[in-house]
């Protein structure tokens, strides 16, 4: 199959303008499940990106222990201790802890499930509760990290929910494949991206890589964005963040919040969504690489989201 690319105009449209007619939280909920005693940046990274795309609101779903960190991290970030151990005596049943956390779907536009997540029992068992949930109230969600973990082990809990997104590393998508019994190898056209897709029902699937491919089964994006050259870790987390808030704008896209021609079909939302994040992600990572080399972090990323984003995609929405 062709690779192709979205145009950025298409992208435009799915970004709400600014405006003083909408009220808080219309432009973009985001609620990131994970962090725990010893992952607190991932999802820092992944809510503060949000914010810092141009969500209205993140708010973190995490451990007791990692809420302090996280909380101190920034107070721009709304933190729910709810998540427990299994070897920490948890106070809360699995079921609680699920009812805790699904209470907040009415506030949330899209989930963004494992950053910082663990592989800890009680951890993984809570989150599969909460994507159950999730999907009987069709709430799209991001899964990365340990949350492909569990995906790997429970592909039933997924499958056929195309309002889902995998963003797998080059392990976590082989570990994939082999779940769903395709036969791994380098691919550089996209074309087993497409075929994991398809083993999932018309999940989207994007492939991370020197060149991001992304596929709903039926179609594959390429994004071959000029990035930088130092591959620290926090760069999914962040991907997710901006993923997410595309996914959340074509929540708001959907439901017509601002006057709009309709031309974007809500299929092809996820897709769009992965390409604009990705496009984005490599963006920040080649602008922070430009000015500090090998010495770049994950964190020198997040000061140059907004710019980053006004630079590929903001000088025209004047003219929307």
């Not at 999932?200 to 050259?229: E, R």
């Not at 990323?301 to 984003?309: D, R, W």
């Amino acid at each position: 199959m062709t690779l192709t690319k979205p145009t950025f105009d298409v992208i435009r449209r799915l970004i709400p303008p600014l405006s003083p007619d909408f009220h808080k939280g219309q432009a973009g909920r985001v609620c990131v499940i994970g962090g725990s005693d010893d992952y607190t940046g991932a999802p820092y990274f992944s809510a503060i990106s949000a914010l810092k795309l141009g969500a209205d609101m993140a708010h973190v779903v995490c451990q007791p222990t990692a809420a302090i960190a996280i909380k101190n991290y920034s107070p721009d970030l709304m933190v729910h201790p709810y998540m427990r151990k299994y070897d920490k005596n948890p106070d809360l049943t699995s079921e609680e802890i699920i009812d805790n956390v699904s209470s907040l779907f009415k506030r949330t536009h899209v989930l963004t499930i494992g950053p910082g997540l663990s592989r800890d029992k009680m951890m993984l068992e809570c989150t599969k509760g909460i994507i159950l949930k999730a999907k009987e109230e069709h709430i799209p969600m991001v899964i990365d990290a340990d949350g492909l973990f569990l995906i790997q082990n429970n592909p039933e809990i997924i499958k056929d929910y195309s309002e889902a997104i995998l963003t797998p590393n080059v392990n976590e998508f082989r570990r994939l494949c082999e779940t769903m019994r395709i036969e791994f190898e380098d691919d550089h056209k996209g074309e087993l991206a497409q075929k994991l897709s398809q083993a999932f029902g018309g999940v989207t699937i994007v492939q991370k890589g020197k060149n991001d491919l992304i596929s709903n089964g039926n179609s594959i994006f390429l994004v071959d964005h000029k990035s930088g050259l130092k591959r620290c870790g926090g760069q999914g987390d962040i991907l997710t963040g901006l993923i997410s808030t595309f996914v959340a704008w074509g929540v708001a896209y959907k439901k017509n919040i601002w006057q709009h021609d309709n031309s974007i079909s809500p299929t092809d939302i996820p897709m769009l969504a992965s390409f604009a994040g990705c496009t984005i992600n490599r963006e920040c990572s080649w602008a922070a690489f430009s000015k500090l080399g090998r010495s770049v972090q994950t964190s020198d990323m997040i000061p140059e989201i907004g710019p980053s984003f006004q630079r590929l995609f903001e000088s025209n929405l004047s003219k929307l």
